[in-house]
């Protein structure tokens, strides 16, 4: 299992690089606490141009010794009194965290193809079923599929599956050579009857 901590920002206006930079600087900074994060571009979407900032530990004890060792550093008080001196993005999405479900996430699959559904947690059982026939499909294109579950937030009830890509072009191809096909239409079919897709959305790597 993997837990990941995340939050999205919106750049303000004439401040997406200063933005990009400071979110790099924390994550080196997380590095050198031996803590794994990501900053991640959305592409596509609602919130399309801004940045996600997430964190990956093992376990909920780790993710949760993580988090108490941020807000205990130097290094924190010091983005906090960057974040006051001089704010450079608004919060779309606040700091939650997730669980993987099913799956797990691949640091050479970076390019992600997000599907938000609504389901209560009842219907976890089916979706996990179904997850297992996306997996085969996956396989066959290098596509590298993740159930998330939320673990805080809004909408407790839903879950998330992710479709993880080496490249855009090989997203691309994903979408032609699996997501077109009766197959996987009929599957997506199914799947409404387990749950409502609520959202949708594509994020790319910002910190290479």
């Given at each position: 299992m993997t837990v990941i901590a995340t939050n999205t920002v919106k750049p303000h206006l004439g401040k997406a690089k200063l933005q990009l930079n400071n979110m790099l600087e924390v994550t080196k900074a997380f590095g050198d606490m031996g803590i794994t994060a990501r900053v991640s571009r959305v592409l596509f979407g609602q919130n399309a141009g801004c940045l996600v900032f997430s964190t990956f530990a093992a376990n909920f004890t780790e993710a949760m010794a993580d988090v108490q060792k941020v807000f205990s550093s130097e290094m924190w008080s010091k983005v906090q009194m960057r974040l006051d001196d001089n704010p450079a993005s608004d919060i779309v999405m606040p700091l939650n965290l997730v669980r993987v479900a099913a799956g797990e996430m691949k640091p050479t699959h970076r390019v992600m193809n997000f599907r938000w559904y609504l389901m209560k947690k009842d219907k976890m059982p089916m979706a996990m079923e179904m997850f297992e026939e996306v997996k085969g499909m996956c396989e066959k294109v290098d596509v590298n599929p993740v159930l998330l579950t939320p673990v805080t937030g809004d909408n407790m009830s839903s879950m998330i599956i992710a479709y993880g890509a080496t490249s855009l072009e090989a997203s691309g191809k994903a979408f032609d050579q699996m997501g077109m096909t009766e197959?996987?239409?009929?599957?997506?079919?199914?799947?409404?009857?387990?749950?409502?897709?609520?959202?949708?959305?594509m994020t790319v790597p910002a910190d290479q």
């Open positions: 197959e996987f239409q009929s599957l997506v079919s199914r799947a409404a009857e387990v749950g409502e897709l609520h959202n949708g959305w």
